[in-house]
């Protein structure tokens, strides 16, 4: 059952560009309009909406991090990203008019279906993004659009992240559409994009071998930091949870701008850190800036991994080690920036003679609070 795989996790990872094309599948028709029936939220509610707010936890709250972005910016609507477990006991603003997504793998996360029981109650509607039919949370929710991952079974979430991503950016894209905000050549762009992001899903998986590598060499280490700017920083800190569940080792994620603020303390010679280096197109300024945070924590002693698209050469004086990924719209690139970073901790946890599908402490499903 696991396809010639050591690991599920392993499988699972390779699966991912099947899994990201199975969530975009029949919800894009020929001329680049979404149809996503299943939202069974009338247009004219969702033309109504004025705030978006995206309960989740772990994994998916980073997916929801990063969906904040493509909302914002497509839509126009505000969003606010939550961790579910801290959403319902602070007392939130919602009224018929907000928008709750609660994106969840199995469906049955008892913080996240606590928090949309909350939102249901002050009158909010509910999309659910979930991976397992009729589960509790889309059970429960106004509306519910399936990532279409396949069963997940190792604990570290792999491909139901990346097809959370894909989920989220549906919805924003058809918030767009229903509410006709800046639905324009970007977004058809956009949703051309998506469309073509499985084959480059693919052509990262090709490319691993040296990430594997690497990783190995590090196994004796204690820390790995993780930078990132805009939706890199999502990814950097899904990077850094990836490698504390599975190698156990202390892993951080921060966004690059921050580290002046007080991370940078933590530099030190040889010190792995990892950074995801936004589309030098379109966001030029956050490329510059992150390129002088790389020869900043260079300048100290770190060992600079450096995530970044190929043709982007800036980086290369500054990279100890570069990982090359395809270029793609700046929006997309965590669905092509977050694989290496899995293949990374699920090798650091094999050397580190790791439980790579079933980490200790840990649980698939989170049924309790
Ligand atoms: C990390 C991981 C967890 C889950 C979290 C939410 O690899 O798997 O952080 O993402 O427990 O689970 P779901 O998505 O099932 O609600």
């Not at 990430?211 to 920083?233: C, D, I, P, Q, W």
């Amino acid at each position: 059952e696991k396809g010639g795989y050591d690991y599920f996790m392993l499988k699972e990872i390779a699966e991912q560009p099947k899994a990201v094309a199975d969530t975009l599948l029949g919800r894009i028709d020929a001329s680049g309009s979404l149809t996503l029936d299943e939202v069974r939220i009338a247009p004219g509610a969702l033309r109504e909406v004025d705030k978006v707010v995206v309960v989740a936890c772990g994994t998916a709250f980073h997916a929801g991090l990063i969906a904040k972005y493509a909302i914002e910016h497509w839509t126009r609507i505000p969003c606010e990203v939550e961790l579910a477990s801290e959403f319902r006991y602070r007392d939130p603003i919602l009224d018929a008019r907000t928008l709750v997504i609660a994106i969840s793998q199995s469906g049955e996360t008892m913080d996240t279906l606590m928090a949309l029981r909350h939102a249901r109650e002050q009158g909010a509607k509910v999309l659910a993004v979930c991976n397992t039919n009729g589960s509790t949370i889309p059970r429960e929710s106004d509306a519910v659009l399936y990532t279409h991952a396949g069963p997940e079974v190792a604990v570290a979430s792999t491909k139901a992240f990346l097809t959370q991503l894909v989920a989220c950016y549906l919805v924003a894209l058809y918030l767009g559409q229903v509410r006709g905000t800046k639905w324009g050549d970007e977004i058809r762009a956009v949703v051309r994009d998506l469309s073509r992001i499985s084959e480059e899903v693919e052509q990262v998986l090709e490319t691993m071998e040296p990430v594997r590598e690497l990783a190995r060499s590090l196994a004796s280490k204690n820390t790995v930091l993780f930078l990132g700017r805009h939706v890199g920083y999502p990814v950097a800190l899904e990077g850094a949870l990836k490698l504390k569940e599975l190698a156990y080792m202390h892993a951080e994620g921060f966004a690059a701008g921050e580290l002046k603020h007080g991370p940078i303390a933590l530099i030190e010679e040889d010190l792995p850190v990892v950074v995801v280096v936004p589309s030098p197109k379109g966001r030029s300024v956050l490329h510059d800036k992150i390129v002088s945070n790389i020869q900043e924590i260079r300048a100290r002693g770190a060992r600079t991994i450096v995530i970044a698209e190929e043709g982007d050469e800036t980086v290369v004086p500054y990279a100890d080690h570069l990982i090359r990924i395809p270029a793609t719209p700046v929006l997309l690139q965590p669905l092509v920036a977050t694989v290496p970073l899995q293949v990374f901790a699920c090798e650091l946890a094999t050397a580190r003679g790791n439980e790579v599908d079933q980490p200790r402490n840990l649980a698939k499903s989170v049924t309790v609070e």
